[in-house]
């Protein structure tokens, strides 16, 4: 398998040498970690993506001149974007949510223990969400705290209408935090046919992960 090139972004050079010692040359089974490049704000990213071809963007959520939730809206809107993991000093809130909303896959605490680090590196490489379902509920219990418009309601639920009446179930239980497993078990469904499901659900409502499928749900109640 090909190495999972890594693109660091954090206006902290301590951060940044931290992650790079971290991270560089760590062996995966059949794989390395390579970090190609960082870069110290968010307006550094595109030339640095470009130099680098990252498949992975660990990127910081607050810097000075752009802020983390705006490089990665401007990331995912480019054609093939590279995966992007928020890192925050902060548990979810309102510029994690937005982050997500633009396409991140995921996020991590800056705190986190080394593993987690090469785990959501290596989640994020393979298509993941780097969440737990602990953290996309608390996620989806911040949206709900959140005023929703009407409009954005009609919206959410006109492209869930897009979906089956199967799709709809799976994607239901995706927003409740459900795993793979759990939706599985739940909906008398191998693990498989549910990664399939959610394969076509991201597929047929142009989404990113299954983080922004649990979101739409949300906007639509």
């Known amino acids: 398998m090909p190495d999972i090139r890594v693109l660091l972004v954090d206006d902290d050079a301590m951060v940044r040498a931290g992650l790079r010692l971290m991270l560089d040359g760590h062996a995966l089974p059949g794989r390395r970690i390579v970090v190609v490049g960082d870069a110290a704000d968010g307006d550094e990213v595109p030339a640095a993506v470009a130099a680098g071809k ?32 928020v890192l925050t000093t902060f548990d979810a809130d ?16 800056k705190d986190a223990a080394p593993e987690g680090i090469v785990d959501a590196v290596r989640a994020a490489a393979d298509g993941d969400a780097v969440l737990s379902p602990a953290i996309t509920r608390r996620l989806i219990g911040l949206v709900t705290d959140l005023h929703r418009p009407a409009d954005k309601r009609r919206e959410a639920r006109a492209k869930l209408e897009l979906l089956g009446a199967r799709e709809r179930e799976v994607a239901a239980a995706v927003a409740r935090g459900g795993s793979n497993a759990d939706i599985a078990a739940e909906l008398f469904m191998s693990v498989a046919t549910v990664k399939t499901y959610v394969s076509r659900i991201l597929r047929t409502l142009a989404l990113d992960n299954r983080v922004q499928i649990a979101l739409l749900v949300r906007d639509s109640e």
């Open 54 to 85: 990252p498949d992975v963007v660990l990127m910081d959520l607050r810097m000075p001149r752009c802020n983390g939730v705006t490089a990665t809206e401007r990331l995912t809107s480019a054609p093939n974007p590279p995966r992007v993991v």
């Open 94 to 109: 309102e510029h994690v949510l937005r982050a997500l909303r633009a396409g991140a896959s995921g996020f991590l605490l």
